[in-house]
T-cell receptor
Framework: GAGVSQSPSNKVTEKGKDVELRCDPISGHTALYWYRQSLGQGLEFLIYFQGNSAPDKSGLPSDRFSAERTGGSVSTLTIQRTQQEDSAVYLC???????????????FGPGTRLTVL | AQSVTQLDSHVSVSEGTPVLLRCNYSSSYSPSLFWYVQHPNKGLQLLLKYTSAATLVKGINGFEAEFKKSETSFHLTKPSAHMSDAAEYFCVVSAAYQAGTALIFGKGTTLSVSS
């Protein structure tokens, strides 16, 4: 079956421009996560969606970052007024979130490599 | 709060020799622990997971890890390294009490395998 897909695979933009990154989770997965992988910072959690609940935005580094998930499926991560420090690989993951106490294996997409010039 | 510490940023082994990648965790709750692998220019792949069942967990490609609560460790091992094992390895913790909680990643260990 299809895994998590992300687009674009690579994005080069100029400082100050806005960018949108897309994630298509595995069908039926109710939980969706965004992470950022950058040199020196490792892998950082950004935001988490679970069903129709309000998203957990605790990992977003600034108010220039936002994300939405439409219809409980596709998600878009938007970075406004990009800065050079935003350059990183942005990873999306999805999981089936069952009852409380159940572990949640997350399946990762290939990532979008963002370069801000 | 949960956290993981990978004790080595880089490990080098010869092909055919054992692999040991060390990880210590901290968790206020009964944790779920994972090892993920990332090959160059590839996505993250789950190697194995511990979810409060057997403490010795077997994963793909001959890797295994042992959960030791007394030592708060979850080291990854493999009896005999192969060239294709060269990659970045991440030890990961998730709070088992709360479905859908974000994963907390260690800084990663780069494994190099020489012939």
């Amino acid at each position: 079956g299809a895994g998590v897909s992300q687009s674009p695979s690579n994005k080069v933009t100029e400082k100050g421009k806005d960018v949108e990154l897309r994630c298509d989770p595995i069908s039926g997965h109710t939980a969706l996560y965004w992470y950022r992988q950058s040199l020196g910072q490792g892998l950082e959690f950004l935001i988490y969606f679970q069903g129709n609940s309000a998203p957990d935005k605790s990992g977003l580094p600034s108010d220039r970052f936002s994300a939405e998930r439409t219809g409980g499926s596709v998600s878009t991560l938007t970075i406004q007024r990009t800065q050079q420090e935003d350059s990183a690989v942005y990873l999306c993951a999805s999981s089936f979130a069952g009852t409380s106490g159940a572990y949640n294996e997350q399946f990762f997409g290939p990532g979008t490599r963002l370069t801000v010039l | 709060a949960q956290s993981v510490t990978q004790l080595d940023s880089h490990v080098s082994v010869s092909e055919g020799t054992p692999v040991l990648l060390r990880c210590n965790y901290s968790s206020s709750y009964s944790p779920s622990l994972f090892w993920y692998v990332q090959h160059p220019n590839k996505g993250l792949q789950l190697l194995l997971k511990y979810t409060s069942a057997a403490t010795l967990v077997k994963g793909i490609n001959g890797f295994e890890a042992e959960f030791k609560k007394s030592e708060t460790s979850f080291h990854l091992t493999k009896p005999s390294a192969h060239m294709s094992d060269a990659a970045e390895y991440f030890c990961v913790v998730s709070a088992a009490y709360q479905a859908g909680t974000a994963l907390i990643f260690g800084k990663g260990t780069t494994l190099s395998v020489s012939s």
